[in-house]
């Protein structure tokens, strides 16, 4: 989470809303350990990585509808056998659970 600070800041100083999505569980083989960090603006700019390029595309997604909705926040999970993951990228035959959330400080 460290290496994502210094853009959070500046992303938070120049009003930008801000959404950070944790890697929670790994079941099976996994990109990124429990604790990797991603954070995302409203204008999709990324920092830091939850699966080393595998389905950032599609927490970009989550993250956006995640700011966009107000929401409070949700787990989501990427897996093998999951369509959507495979096609993205995710085939290290495990499951990857994070939890998306916005930042409001």
């Not at 093998?80 to 916005?102: H, K, N, Q, W």
């Amino acid at each position: 989470m460290r290496e994502i600070l210094d853009d959070i800041d500046r992303w938070r100083a120049n009003g930008k809303k801000v959404a950070v999505a944790r890697v929670v569980k790994i079941e099976g083989s996994g990109p990124r350990d429990p604790g990797a960090a991603m954070a995302v603006n409203e204008d999709g700019e990324v920092a830091g990585s939850v699966s080393g390029g595998c389905v950032e595309g599609a927490v970009v997604s989550e993250a956006l509808a995640i700011l966009a909705e107000q929401s409070p926040g949700r787990m989501v999970s990427f897996g093998y056998s999951d369509d959507e993951a495979f096609a993205v990228g995710l085939t290290c035959g495990g499951t990857i659970r994070l939890f998306i959330e916005p930042l409001a400080w």
